[in-house]
């Protein structure tokens, strides 16, 4: 990423869980203190997804905690927040999603010259076998870093 892009939270369960197909660098429509709470990292967006609502892209599941510095007038934590993206590709995401087995899931959460974006990911669902492939490849690739780094020393 560039030098200008601060990541403050990344979806590892869902690259695990799903195959990436494509992503979308998006913006997102937040109030308040929730831009507060999103630069301290207090997010949680492990069972988030995305949909497609009347040309509208919402993200839900996707939890900001409360600001604790601010007063009593604090934010939702669990409302469904919306997603900035252009007409063209919200409609080329709604071909997408159409298909069978394709869904919308928020990969990474970062800040891109001072705004918060969300890299939105167009992903189809892993089998149990797809999971365990990825399981014995990162195992290998493990044991060959391991290796390497020994044969330096």
């Not at 660098?25 to 967006?45: F, P």
């Not at 995401?93 to 087995?101: H, I, N, P, T, Y």
Request: charged residues 35%; hydrophobic residues 30%.
């Amino acid at each position: 990423m560039p030098e200008n892009v601060k990541i403050i939270a990344q979806n590892k369960k869902a690259r695990f869980n799903y195959t990436v197909e494509d992503s979308y660098e998006c913006g997102i429509a937040l109030e308040g203190t929730e831009v507060k709470s999103v630069k301290a990292g207090s997010i949680s967006y492990v069972d988030s997804f995305a949909e497609i609502q009347n040309g509208e892209v919402w993200v839900r599941n996707f939890h900001i905690s409360e600001y604790s510095f601010s007063s009593i007038f604090n934010h939702d934590p669990d409302r469904k927040k919306k997603l900035l993206l252009h007409k063209e590709e919200i409609k080329r995401l709604q071909r997408k999603v159409d298909e069978k087995g394709y869904t919308l899931i928020p990969l990474d959460v970062y800040l891109k010259n001072g705004r918060v974006k969300v890299k939105l990911g167009v992903c189809k669902g892993k089998k149990l076998y797809d999971k365990r492939e990825t399981i014995k490849q990162r195992d290998i690739d493990r044991d060959m870093a391991r290796d390497f780094r020994k044969g330096l020393e």
